[in-house]
């Protein structure tokens, strides 16, 4: 290939990855205007009551995540420990320990 034929080759390909890039840049768009879209609340039109009532549940639901994430640890920990358990004891029949 000539000269030529590598520099149209790379104009090729600089215009296709031009054509990419707009094109990945209008999707990202697209998502950002739906994740933006979501529901808003109007904290004008919020009375003191249900704004303690959000407050509450926000809370309640940090709660159960920290007692569910605390459930996780307990259980890998319990399970690291008898996998410990369980390779010590072999060890000490094998005779390595």
């Known amino acids: 290939m000539s000269y030529a034929g590598h520099v149209l080759g790379m104009i090729t390909r600089d215009k296709e990855n031009r054509e990419l890039r707009k094109s990945l840049k209008n999707k990202r768009k697209e998502r950002l205007s739906k994740a933006v ?3 808003k609340i109007d904290y004008s039109k ?5 704004f ?3 407050l509450k549940k926000t809370e309640e639901k940090k709660q159960n995540d920290n007692m569910a994430l605390n459930k996780k640890i307990l259980i890998g920990l319990v399970i690291s420990m008898i ?3 369980i390779i010590v004891y072999v060890l000490r029949k094998a005779g390595i320990l």
């Open 83 to 85: 996998m410990g358990g």
């Open 52 to 54: 303690d009532e959000i």
């Open 46 to 50: 919020v009375t003191p009551s249900d």
């Open 37 to 39: 879209l979501r529901k």
